[in-house]
């Protein structure tokens, strides 16, 4: 293992020359480039703001700010928008990218590393504007922002193995992608983000945290509206579901990485 991340981190180079080109490509022929990534966010957190808060007067059981619905709301979107983001472009790296693959020699686990530091960039540029959002709004949650970042590295992490896994699963069997696209759509409505949890019946609250991104959208709720750290116990399953899911993701890549330039 040790040997794998030096390896893959002398190609440091090729992975953040990818990473500056996937940006490239996305927005060169785009009349405004690049300020779409600002542009689209900041709309959402606004059209988000102004109908639940303003429009719609949604709350948050026991609590009396008028932002708190849009906060709980923006903060569940935008964790759930990175893991999205992550996952699906992670699931497909090794299809999309198989001339590469075959015509190149480099360490693959690289694709979806460069998935996930584009996913982060993205993640990190929304993510400021609604920062400073909380700031004008006078609902910055203080030093307690800080715990976003151990709980974000451990997502990212998480849905680096589960994108891993999936993605080598579906160069063998495609109907793996179009599987993952409609088990997304369960999971957001399966995950607290546009309700709370309150809302749900007191027996099915087991089934609801069977689903890992509830632990993770929760911890980023809690922080924001109430400054609530993970618990220890919180933080065990976070790093516990982590690190089965890397173990997972990294056996399969392990085992089917040669069988796989074949296969494409």
């Known amino acids: 293992m040790k040997e794998d991340l030096g ?6 180079g090729f992975m953040w020359a990818s990473v500056k080109r996937d940006f490239q490509t996305r927005y060169q022929s785009s009349l ?12 959402m957190i606004l059209v988000y703001t102004l109908i639940f808060s303003k429009v719609m007067q949604a709350k948050i059981p026991g609590n009396d700010s008028g932002f708190a619905y849009s906060i709980y709301l923006c903060s569940g979107l935008l964790a759930w928008g990175f893991f999205a983001e992550q996952l699906n472009r992670t699931k497909s790296t ?11 020699t480099f360490p693959k686990f690289c694709l979806p590393i460069i998935v996930a530091i584009t996913a982060l960039i993205n993640f ?4 400021s504007l609604f920062t400073v959002f909380l700031v004008l709004s006078g609902n910055f949650p203080g030093i307690s922002f800080l715990a976003i970042f151990p709980i ?13 896994a999936l993605g080598v699963l579906n160069v063998f069997f495609r109907d793996v992608g179009q599987l993952v696209d ?39 709720q809690n922080i924001m509206l109430t400054q609530s750290l993970p618990t220890l116990n919180d933080s065990i399953q976070l790093c516990a579901l982590a690190i089965t899911s890397l173990v997972i993701g990294l056996y399969l890549f392990k085992k089917h990485s040669g069988d796989m330039v074949d296969e494409l």
């Not at 090794?94 to 190149?104: G, H, P, S």
């Open 7 to 12: 390896t893959i981190w002398q190609y440091r």
């Open 32 to 43: 405004l480039g690049i300020a779409w990534l600002v542009i689209q966010p900041l709309a």
């Open 94 to 104: 090794f299809i999309e990218n198989a001339n590469l693959m075959k015509k190149v």
């Open 124 to 127: 990190f540029i929304i993510y």
């Open 152 to 164: 974000l590295f451990i997502q990212l992490l998480f849905t680096l193995g589960l994108g891993v």
């Open 182 to 220: 409609v088990a997304l759509q369960f999971l957001f409505w399966g995950t607290p983000i546009v309700y709370t949890i309150a809302i749900i019946p007191e027996w099915a609250h087991f089934y609801i945290f069977l689903n890992p991104m509830v632990h993770f959208i929760e911890a980023y």
